[in-house]
């Protein structure tokens, strides 16, 4: 498949390959239900000097992905999740041959859904006025957390610092603390 170049695409690429990266987005998704499109959303447009989004703005990025993520990527998710784990009645060969398929769509279903991310922060000046970019990196996780309603505890704290720390290498580890 071949989808327009995007930097939030190709940033979301190169910083989710990153040790520990996927691991805490996968646990974030997982246990909080957070978006891990949303986490690498909240990160790249505060790299790119966009500033911070607010608990509206990623309320309406929310509202926006919804249908896609509940209708093609869940789905998608969960026959390659139940493939890994129950070949439910389907020979090994057959599985290995349509598993690679499965995750190939699931992958693509993402990329249609960076791009709509993308697009609803088209414009630079949709975010705040950009000040440091990992405060604005941690102020636009704070608002993602609003936006899902997701409390923040320590081991929450724990993945998104170890996300903010392979996008910022040089920041400490303040996490997102409660409002």
Not at 112 to 137: F, H, K, S, W, Y
Not at 152 to 173: M, S
Request: charged share 25%.
């Amino acid at each position: 498949m071949s989808f327009p170049s995007h930097p939030f695409w190709d940033y979301s690429v190169t910083l989710y390959a990153k040790p520990g990266v996927a691991d805490a987005c996968l646990y974030l998704q997982d246990r909080y239900g957070l978006n891990v499109n949303c986490i690498l959303l909240c990160v790249w447009t505060a790299a790119d000097g966009r500033g911070a989004l607010t608990s509206v703005q990623m309320a309406t990025a929310l509202r926006r992905i919804a249908d896609w993520e509940s209708q093609a990527i869940g789905p998608l998710r969960e026959i390659r999740r139940k493939c890994r784990h129950e070949p439910l009645g389907v020979p090994e060969f057959l599985l290995q041959t349509f598993t690679p398929q499965i995750e190939a769509a699931e992958l693509a279903a993402e990329h249609v859904e960076q791009l709509v991310l993308a697009d609803t922060v088209r414009d630079p000046a949709v975010a705040d006025a950009p000040g440091e970019p990992m405060a604005d990196a941690r102020m636009s996780l704070r608002a993602l957390l609003d936006a899902a309603d997701v409390a923040v505890d320590a081991r929450l704290n724990e993945c998104l610092d170890d996300v903010l720390r392979a996008a910022f290498p040089d920041a400490g580890r303040d996490g997102v603390r409660p409002a």
